[in-house]
């Protein structure tokens, strides 16, 4: 069974410190595994996903996510966060080998930056 | 520009009522998808569908139809049978499996 866990329900963080938000994940094959973002009454962005390669994969507005396989995580990370990052932040999974194509999302994490 | 329209943004519905939410690409993409979204449950899959004709139920289906007639289109309908349909509903499409989807910007549907 595929699962995508997002530990976190909220995150809170200074504006100009380092944010992690962190997401595990469960799946039966090897996953593709991407970072969305929502804002209020908005549907999801897309941030940047992981596909092969790289661990560590850069994606839009400075953020990065890093995969690591043997814990089966794909924490997002920014180096420095912004009041604007402030929203609501879904991992999900998708087993590359299922012919299906649904993706497994996580239950969210809201991050907020304070000023 | 390339995206996905979801309409109306709002809906009413009143008891015993079947409402139709529309969604609509041109992204090109042959697969389709509608969530349901509530506070601090994250997104819940209703429907999908990988092809024109062809769609498959997801994990909260009961309550809800869909048809796929063209590529363009998947509208889903929340009937009456569906007890507690207030939510955030999302439509999103997908082109190859490595792909992100793309989502519209939702209907958020009430009762009246």
């Known amino acids: 069974a595929q699962s995508v866990a997002q530990p976190e329900d909220q995150v809170n963080v200074a504006e100009g410190n380092p944010l992690t938000v962190k997401c595990t994940y469960s799946v039966s094959g090897n996953p593709y595994l991407f970072w969305y973002v929502q804002y209020p009454n908005r549907g999801l962005q897309f941030l940047l996903k992981y596909i092969t390669g790289d661990n560590l994969v850069k994606g839009s507005y400075g953020f990065e996510a890093e995969f690591n396989k043997s814990q089966t995580s794909f924490h997002l990370k920014k180096p420095s966060a912004l009041v604007s990052d402030s929203a609501l932040y879904f991992c999900a999974v998708r087993d590359r080998g299922s012919t299906l194509g649904r993706l497994y999302f996580g239950r969210g994490t809201q991050l907020t930056v304070w000023p | 520009d390339g995206g996905i329209t979801q309409s109306p943004k709002y809906l009413f519905r009143k008891e015993g009522q079947n409402v139709t939410l529309s969604c609509e690409q041109n992204l090109n993409h042959d697969a389709m998808y509608w969530y349901r979204q509530d506070p601090g449950q994250g997104l819940r899959l209703i429907y999908y569908?990988?092809?024109?004709?062809?769609?498959q139920k997801g994990d909260i289906a009961e309550g809800y139809s869909v048809s796929r007639e063209k590529k363009e289109s998947f509208p889903l309908t929340v009937t009456s049978a569906q007890k507690n349909p207030t939510a955030f509903y999302l439509c999103?499409?997908?082109?190859?499996?490595?792909?992100?989807?793309?989502f519209g910007d939702g209907t958020r549907l009430s009762i009246l």
């Open positions: 569908s990988q092809i024109v004709n062809d769609f």
């Open positions: 999103a499409s997908s082109g190859q499996a490595s792909q992100p989807q793309h």
